[in-house]
Every structure is written in C-alpha cells, then in structure tokens.
C-alpha cells in the first residue's frame, strides 16, 4: 500500500510514523473565497499531474483509493490515464468538485451520508459511511443528558465558541459536565472562563473517549464529527459553518432527516438559543434522536470501503 499526498501537508509527519509509506505531490486547490489565489493553478497542475504519473507508474498499482478533495486529484487522474481502476470516498452528502469531474470515470463512488447518490447520476454509489479510528463504542446516553460535549473542530469555531462561553453559567447548571474542544482560536477564551463543571481545551486527542461520556453532542455538521457521534449513537444539536459554499449545511439537514439531530443556524446562533434548543429536547425527543443516530452509524465504513476495494481490483 502506498498512500500519495500533498507536499508540505501534515501527511509527511503522519503516515511515516504511522507505518506506511508514502509519496507527496506539490498541489493546491481551487480557492472560491479568494479566486485571486488560483492563478498558479495552470501551471501547478500539469507539474502535480506529471509526479502523480512517475509515482503510479513506480508503484503499478491495482486499484487507487481516492479520498476526497484536490489533493486526491493528481494520482486519480494518472490512475485514469493508465487505464488502472480508481474508487473514490466523498465525506459530504454534497460532492466536491474533485469528486464531481472523476465520478464518471469511477468504479465506485463509496459515500458517508445519505442523499450523495442524487447528485451522482449514472455512477455506481455504495453507502459506505467514513472510515474512523477504533475506540467508538455503541451506549446508550443517559436521558436527561448528563455530559454535553461541544466541538468547533480543529481550527474550533469563533461563533460556537461565544455563543458557549456566554451561556456557561446555564449550561454548567443543567449538565454535570460541559466539556468543550474550542479548537486553536479559542485556546485563549477557554483559560478566561473556568468553571466548575466546564473542562475546556483547545484540542482533543481522544475523541472516542469524550464520545463515549457524552450524552449530547453540540458542534458543527463537518462529516468527521458526525460520524463519530453516530458510531456511539448519540443525539447532536449541528450548527452548519457557512464556509466552503455551505456544504455543511446539506449534511446538517441530512441528520435532521434521519432524526438524529436538531439544526441551528449560523446566524441564529446566541447562547440564548442554544440554551433554549437544549431545554427544548424532552425526553421521548432525545431517545428518539439517539436510536435514529445509532441507524445512521457505521462503525464498520473501513471494511466497506475495503470490500468495495477488492471487488473492483479482482474484476
């Protein structure tokens, strides 16, 4: 096996000592926020579609393994220039643009939400879910919630973030505990709010174990966290980031779908309505939002993705 990523990306410490080998490309991605970043692209791309056609002829793969966004771009592309098969995993029930221009092209399409399969036309989808670290393990969360966990992500959220830390008094009130991973930015406004009850950190290395004491879950709609939450079965209040065209908005609503969540917009967000969509969750609501969340969970998405990978290699 040999995973290809971005030069200069946080790959190159990961992967070595992780195990596997690995090979990077110089490549960037397409900015729609700040179009004036791009113009490197025409030049950049032919120079990453060139390594990417060296490393794929070095190694001869069977199958490639695509994962999602630019940086998946290059070996998917010289997979398909030297007629080699290539699966591709989309994380958002909206396909990004990579996913988009080699879905076609594709032996399989492997996706984490429900609702990715409408906008794939004529490309064979498999209902995968995102393959995760070991650790995440099924309960059942105590009703009324004991431990609420809140995440912005890694790089956190600002809004979340005060909307949280004005409302602490409340909430360190009706939880025994309020754990909250406020991410790089709010590592400075964790240290200026300690409360009893609140345990607030800027990062987070073990997830399944917050997971596994949570009885509620606050945080945006990225596929990451859901997944998680849904591998323990645990009901979540998404509040979808509004960046990167909104794409966390799609994945939001698919949770409140499934009914394994509630959704609160961005704009909307204050630590008032937070306070009040918590107090709004009765019992019978939140039951019924944890069974549904654990339907939606698939702890098993690694060994899908890998069934789905040995299929199309022996054909």
Known sequence: MLLVGRAGGPEERLVPAAGFDLETVRVRGLDR?????????????????????????????DVVLGMGGYVMAPAVAAAGRRRIPYVLHEKDVRPGLATRYFAKGAAAVCTTLPGTEKRLQDVRVVLTGVPLRDGFVPRTPYVPPRRLLITGGSQGARRLNEAVW????ALCAKFEEVVHVAGAQGAEGVARHPRDGYRGFAFADDMPALMGRADLVVSRAGVGT????????????????????????????????AGAAIRIADDDLTGETLVNAIAGLDGDRLRGMAAASARTGRRDAAKRVLAVLHEVARK
């Open 226 to 257: 859901i997944a998680e939450a849904t591998a323990v079965g645990l009901p979540m209040i998404l509040v979808p980031g509004t960046f990167g065209g909104g794409h966390q908005e799609e994945n939001a609503l698919a949770m409140v779908d």
């Open 166 to 169: 004005s409302a602490l008094d």
């Open 33 to 61: 926020d700040a179009p004036w970043k791009n113009v490197a692209l025409p030049i950049l791309i032919p120079l990453a579609l060139g390594a990417a056609m060296r490393i794929v002829d070095r190694f001869r793969p």
